[in-house]
């Protein structure tokens, strides 16, 4: 199927699903404010791919290496299939402009399509070294996109970057517990279930299992740990960018201050960000400006 021309799909249509963290904000600069919500769009319709609707594991496989498809598609110059237009005429653009690394792009299809088949076949990570692999290509690519386009480099930045991002995938996991659970997702790993003395009974949405809290209170410890271990990119970064960043590590550790203020119990309630939230995460974004 014939693509339309660049210039009738060359806006990416508005960011509008609920997320934590800022994204391509008023705070981003301008220029790259496109090509950050390309990106964003990219990501945010494959994993709606994996992820929501009714359809079955094979369908979602399938449509997941259609969008791959078109992916190496426009990343070789030819055209697209015309399923999502929406997604791949202004990515085709950022991919010409910025000479965006498409592996770190087929790094994310890769991850979802893990996801769809650890849900389909039940299957568990084995240690939680196996899920922080995951988060390599689940999350880490996202942060190498960005400063990608922020022309950064460097080793450190880099790894701070895989930090960040890898602490923010893990905080959305036991952020989102009582909804991954109920879906068949299942994160905690069996060694971290297993030395914490935590059964599947115990993160059902009726539990109050002592053993299911001290689980995700390590899991949120550790991954405060990551996020702050990362957080020095943010300071480094120049201009409306370092704010951006600021933000999205300081929305992070908003959120494991509410999983925390609920006992860890996420299991029961999921907890969120709210504008009230805003003021608090400006004034600990100026913080880290101090330091």
Wanted: a neutral charge.
């Amino acid at each position: 199927m014939n693509t339309p021309p660049p210039s009738t799909h060359t806006a990416s249509p508005p960011v509008d699903h609920y997320e934590n963290f800022p994204v391509a904000s008023w705070l981003c600069p301008p220029r790259l404010r496109p090509a950050i919500a390309a990106i964003y769009h990219f990501a945010r319709t494959a994993d709606d791919l994996a992820d929501e609707g009714d359809a079955d594991a094979a369908q979602r496989l399938d449509a997941l290496a259609q969008y791959r498809a078109d992916l190496l598609a426009i990343a070789s110059g030819q055209a697209h299939s015309g399923q999502w237009p929406q997604v791949f005429d202004p990515l085709r653009k950022v991919l010409r402009d910025f000479q965006l690394p498409v592996p770190l792009l087929a790094d994310l299809l890769d991850a979802f399509a893990q996801d769809v088949r650890y849900t389909a076949t039940q299957r568990r990570y084995r240690d939680d070294a196996e899920l922080l692999d995951y988060c390599t290509r689940s999350a880490n690519p996202v942060g190498r996109l960005l400063l990608h386009l922020y022309g950064i480099r460097d080793a450190l930045s880099l790894t701070q970057s895989d930090q960040i991002c890898s602490a923010l995938q893990l905080i959305n996991f036991w952020q989102d517990m009582s909804v991954d659970v109920g879906r068949g997702r299942w994160y905690p790993s069996q060694q971290a279930m297993a030395a914490h003395g935590v059964l599947d009974a115990d993160l059902q949405a009726d539990s109050t299992s002592e053993n299911a809290r001290r689980l995700i209170a390590a899991y949120a410890n550790a991954a405060k740990a990551l996020m702050q271990a990362g957080a020095p990119l943010a300071c480094r970064i120049p201009g409306r960018a370092g704010w951006e960043l600021r933000l999205v590590v300081q929305g992070g550790l908003r959120m494991l201050d509410k999983i925390e203020a609920l006992d860890f119990a996420t299991w029961r309630t999921r907890p969120k960000l709210t504008v009230w939230d805003a003021p608090r995460l400006a004034w600990r974004a100026v913080w880290m400006r101090q330091q």
